[in-house]
Nanobody, 125 residues
Framework: QVQLVESGGGLVQAGGSLTLSCAAS????????MGWFRQAAGKEREFVAAIRWSGGSTYYADSVKGRFTISRDNAKSTIYLQMNSLKPEDTAVYYC??????????????????WGQGIQVTVSS
């Protein structure tokens, strides 16, 4: 099991930037694909970005491609989500996730292995 704790959320104006961090505990962190999801009020949770265990491949939802960047530091057991050019529609609770398969995160084949508790990001217009 991997325990995940998000940080870095908050309130930002449209066009601004914010960086989320997710610290993981567990000796097997480096073997997991990691990702970010978000859930806006009244909507279902959706995939945002994922990164393979090696960090060599990244994947993004079309809605954030070119604006968000996911990265990981296996030595620190931490992943990041750099969010630029934020829009009001990016407002949501953002969740960190861990799973053996980045494809499962993207395609939703089955339950995700571990979730963080979520952190609020609010973008004002």
């Amino acid at each position: 099991q991997v325990q995940l704790v998000e940080s870095g959320g908050g309130l930002v104006q449209a066009g601004g930037s914010l960086t989320l961090s997710c610290a993981a505990s567990g000796r097997t962190f480096s073997s997991y694909a990691m990702g970010w999801f978000r859930q806006a009020a009244g909507k279902e949770r959706e995939f945002v970005a994922a990164i393979r265990w090696s960090g060599g491949s990244t994947y993004y939802a079309d809605s954030v491609k070119g604006r968000f960047t996911i990265s990981r530091d296996n030595a620190k057991s931490t992943i990041y989500l750099q969010m630029n050019s934020l829009k009001p529609e990016d407002t949501a609770v953002y969740y960190c996730a861990a799973d053996p398969s980045e494809k499962n995160m993207i395609e939703g084949w089955g339950p995700i292995h571990s979730w963080g508790q979520g952190i609020q990001v609010t973008v004002s217009s």
